[in-house]
């Protein structure tokens, strides 16, 4: 039995929940998201709670049960609270400005690096802070992460960006190795 599947997912205010056979859709205030069900899981709504279970105990169902849960928690909180990371652009000389929908970031490289954001996230800038923000909490995650691969956050100096509250592990240079030997 999975315990994370067993729990009932309560249903936020203002969110309106439409299940058909195979998949799973929520509308609210941040936007509108539909999920793809599996095939052997029962979604059923009872008055203000959404409850998943499987058709049958196999092995398979068990293994999905609990992600597939999850994945429906997550579309009700989004389309209620919304999802967002934040980035930290470290370094100096490092700017970063958002031009209408597109992010526009001097990282050391010769030229001004450009990153156009899809439809369904919102950026914002302040400083040397990004936040990015949505209701899919997968497509937040991977923009973070496509920005952060512009410039991930290098171990000696620690330039770069990076999560706010990741720490990254320093190292000592060349120098600090000549001067122990």
Known sequence: ????GKLPIEIPAGVTVKITDNSI???????????????N???????????????EESQESLKLWGMQRTLIA?????????????????GVGFRVALQGSKLVMN????????????????????????TVSGADKQR??????????????EPYKGKGIKYKGEVIRRK???TAA???G
């Not at 859709?25 to 095939?39: D, F, I, Y």
């Not at 899981?41 to 058709?55: A, D, L, S």
């Not at 001004?112 to 400083?127: K, M």
């Open 140 to 153: 937040v995650g991977s923009v973070a992460a496509a920005i952060r691969e512009l410039k991930k956050p």
């Open 107 to 130: 990282l050391g490289f010769s030229h001004p690096v450009e990153y156009d954001a899809p439809q369904d996230i919102q950026l914002s800038v302040e400083q040397t802070t990004i």
């Open 1 to 4: 039995m999975s315990r994370i």
């Open 172 to 174: 000592a240079g060349k």
């Open 178 to 180: 000549k001067a122990a």
């Open 74 to 90: 997550n579309n009700l909180e989004g389309v209620s609270k919304g999802f967002s990371k934040v980035l930290e652009v470290n």
């Open 25 to 39: 859709s929520a509308s609210g205030p941040k936007g509108e998201l539909s999920l793809n069900v599996l095939p």
């Open 41 to 55: 899981f029962k979604i059923e709504q009872k008055e203000n709670r959404i409850e998943v279970t499987p058709h």
